[in-house]
């Protein structure tokens, strides 16, 4: 009797254990089928296919996180840097965002390696959504961001002009992918859609969004702007003081000490103009740089499919 209650107990845990899905950062059971590699070009043998996907697959499940990757060789002749960004973020809303008004968490490389032949030639985009967007995070004006570490990593194996080592370039994609979820994201991250007018933040572990930032994240960019004035203020204070003490004002002598009464001979000269002529030159401050928002921010967008994306790009 004991014997058959333990197996009616063991077998239960099991069909709850299967019920259950793989994890609550993939939703979705039957979209992690779709991490892996894709290659439409065949640029790959199909062993090298394999490979890649076993390793793509095993990286999701590391950083449970949704992950793949597209590598383009001349199937998109037109593609452009803004539809370069369209078609991944396309890609992973067809791949893992089977729900509208849901973005789950995950990353989606596209490596595009046509020739410069067009207005992008070879690009590389790195799609992220949900906490994906915070975990690989493109903060505005700043080179050592995760994502640009990311594209840095990928590009090392793809020198200009030349084939490069696509295996190796996504190897350190999904060793990066891995690393950057583990640890977390980064301390008061945050994306904001200017489009929608929303902010994107993590809140329990979940991304969320609100028109506005949490009071922590405004206290904590007015303290760094504050920090900000005063190391400014002492820099401007010691420079000055540095600078007048390097010079010594003497009383200068009169200029009667320097001429000579006796060979001295003044002349006086008039220039008379007629007329003045003033030109003007506009000074251009329209640099082209990147978008606006709050030091230390990303930025993020909507998808065709009503998704909210962030991530970033690079030619090589």
């Known amino acids: 009797m004991k014997r058959r209650i333990i197996s009616l107990i063991a077998a239960l845990c099991c069909l709850v254990l299967f019920a259950l899905p793989a994890s609550a950062a993939r939703p979705y059971e039957n979209c992690i089928a779709n991490c892996k590699l894709y290659d439409p070009d065949n640029l790959f043998t199909e062993t090298e296919q394999e490979e890649l996907s076993r390793l793509i697959r095993q990286t999701s499940d590391a950083a449970d996180v949704y992950v793949a990757v597209y590598v383009l060789n001349g199937s998109e002749q037109d593609m452009t840097k803004s539809s370069c960004i369209s078609y991944a973020d396309d890609r992973y809303d067809e791949l893992f965002n ?14 595009n390696l046509q020739m410069p032949a067009s207005e992008t030639g070879r690009y590389l985009y ?30 090392n194996y793809m020198p200009p002009g030349q084939q490069g080592d696509p295996n190796q370039a996504i190897l350190a994609f999904c060793n990066d992918v891995e690393r950057y979820a583990k640890s977390g994201a980064p301390h008061h991250a945050y ?33 760094g702007l504050m920090i900000g004035l005063v190391a400014g203020g002492l820099t401007m204070l010691i420079s000055f003081l540095v600078i007048k003490s390097s010079y010594k004002f003497r009383k200068s002598l009169s200029a009667s ?12 000269r008039d220039d008379m103009f007629i007329r003045t002529h003033t030109s003007k030159t506009r000074i251009d401050t329209d640099r082209g740089g990147g978008g606006g928002g709050f030091s230390g921010g990303g930025s993020s967008h909507s998808s065709s499919g009503g998704h909210s994306h962030s991530g970033g790009g690079r030619s090589f």
């Open 98 to 111: 089977p729900q509208y008004g849901v973005d789950t968490d995950g990353v989606l490389l596209v490596l």
């Open 257 to 268: 000490n320097y001429i000579s009464d006796k060979e001295t001979t003044f002349y006086q």
């Open 191 to 223: 994306t904001r859609d200017y489009s929608a007018g929303l902010y994107y933040y993590e809140k329990n572990g979940k991304l969320v969004s609100s028109k506005t930032l949490p009071l922590s994240y405004r206290m904590n960019m007015a303290a």
């Open 126 to 155: 790195i799609s992220t959504s949900g906490m994906g967007q915070l975990y690989y995070y493109e903060e505005l004006n700043n080179p050592y961001c995760r994502c640009e570490q990311m594209m840095d990593h990928i590009v």
